[in-house]
């Protein structure tokens, strides 16, 4: 697309089925080389990747030659069906479905950025529910309460 310049800075947020914390740190490392690899083969640049056994945080910046859907159905389609057939897990594994994502402006990447980098640390103080409630509610995105991610029972 010659002549077109963007800068789209966007995180993505979006959890295990059932919030199960599936994600081990066995294969941790290697799921998100996986989910790395998917975003540079649609031309996207990963900016930052980190999460918690039950959700992961993306950080990018996107190119405008795809939507969103498409690609968040190309991540999480091809991560859960690679998860699947490495057997990483005894238990068929599935990411929930729907997912948050927000904007970012040039003057916010590197806060974003640290803020993905310490999620182990975040979230210490913090459940994943209440951060994403918090998103929800700083990007003033109005939300049905019957759609936002559960806590685990």
Excluded: C
Excluded at 30 to 55: F, R, S, W
Excluded at 75 to 102: C, D, H, P, T
Excluded at 127 to 141: D, G, M, P
Aim: zero cysteines; a positive charge.
């Amino acid at each position: 697309m010659a002549n077109t310049f963007t800068q789209i800075h966007l995180q993505f947020v979006f959890a295990v089925k059932y919030r199960n914390g599936l994600i081990h740190p066995s294969f941790k490392k290697e799921l998100y080389q996986y989910i790395t690899g998917i975003i540079h083969h649609n031309n996207h640049k990963l900016l930052a990747i980190n999460g918690m056994p039950d959700h992961i945080h993306l950080f990018i910046g996107m190119r405008p030659s795809q939507s969103i859907s498409e690609l968040l159905q190309d991540i999480k389609g091809n991560s859960s069906k690679w998860i699947n057939e490495k057997r990483f897990l005894k238990v068929k594994f599935e990411w929930q479905e729907g997912y948050g994502a927000f904007s970012y402006s040039k003057s916010h990447v590197t806060k974003v950025i640290q803020y993905i980098q310490n999620q182990e640390e975040h979230h210490k103080k913090e459940s994943f529910r209440e951060e994403y409630l918090k998103f929800l509610k700083v990007f003033e995105i109005e939300f049905d309460e019957q759609y936002i991610f559960k806590d685990p029972i």
